[in-house]
């Protein structure tokens, strides 16, 4: 099981999500994927946050994750070729799987949010490089999406309201 002495009731409500389901997924994949995932996240979410009230978004997003894990997988190998997945940490890994599942697959997720959780994932609970490590892989994906013109819906409408404040600031500045 994953030490640490974070205090888990500061976050907010989808942070200690990503938190407790990337602290099950890494001992789903310490035990070789063997273990009840869903088991181990009820355990998970006793003993880390036991009066929370949104358990179905960490429950949904384990079992997304493991739903899409080859495709996810293949990802991460494409992103980051000099580091084969069996290599990389198995904290990083699977900050790296939430990551990319909620920059690929989740339509719900703007990207800029599942890279900056996964950032923040991996610098409280990787190693010295890790949040390094995540920002390049993440950041190469999401450029090839907006290269690609594969931006999300999400993504798009957030895009459109950041350009719709900044013409109000403008013009603010104007009537000055």
């Known amino acids: 099981?994953?030490?640490?002495?974070?205090?888990?009731?500061?976050?907010?409500?989808?942070?200690l999500s990503r938190t407790i389901a990337m602290q099950s997924l890494y001992q789903w994949?310490?035990?070789e994927q063997k273990d009840d995932i869903h088991e181990v996240?009820?355990?998970n979410l006793a003993?880390?946050?036991?009066?929370?009230?949104?358990?179905?978004?960490?429950?949904?997003l384990v079992t997304d994750v493991i739903k899409h894990l080859e495709e996810i997988d293949?990802?991460?190998?494409?992103?980051?070729p000099d580091w084969?997945?069996?290599?990389?940490?198995?904290?990083?890994r699977n900050i790296l799987r939430i990551g990319v599942y909620e920059l690929q697959f989740s339509e719900t997720i703007p990207s800029k949010v599942a890279i900056n959780e996964a950032i923040e994932l991996a610098?409280?609970?990787?190693?010295?490089s890790s949040g390094r490590f995540v920002n390049g892989v993440l950041g190469a994906i999401y450029k090839d999406m907006v290269v690609k013109g594969q931006m999300k819906?999400?993504?798009?409408?957030?895009?459109?309201?950041?350009?719709?404040?900044q013409t109000e600031v403008s013009e603010e500045k104007k009537e000055e």
Request: glycine share 2%; hydrophobic share 35%; proline share 3%.
């Open 1 to 15: 099981m994953l030490a640490h002495s974070f205090s888990f009731t500061t976050m907010s409500n989808r942070h």
């Open 29 to 31: 994949d310490f035990s």
């Open 41 to 43: 996240i009820k355990v």
């Open 47 to 60: 003993e880390f946050a036991p009066e929370f009230d949104d358990k179905s978004f960490c429950d949904e």
């Open 74 to 80: 293949t990802i991460i190998a494409k992103y980051a």
């Open 84 to 92: 084969p997945i069996s290599q990389i940490t198995t904290v990083d």
């Open 123 to 128: 610098k409280t609970f990787g190693g010295e």
């Open 153 to 165: 819906e999400v993504d798009k409408v957030e895009k459109r309201e950041e350009k719709s404040e």
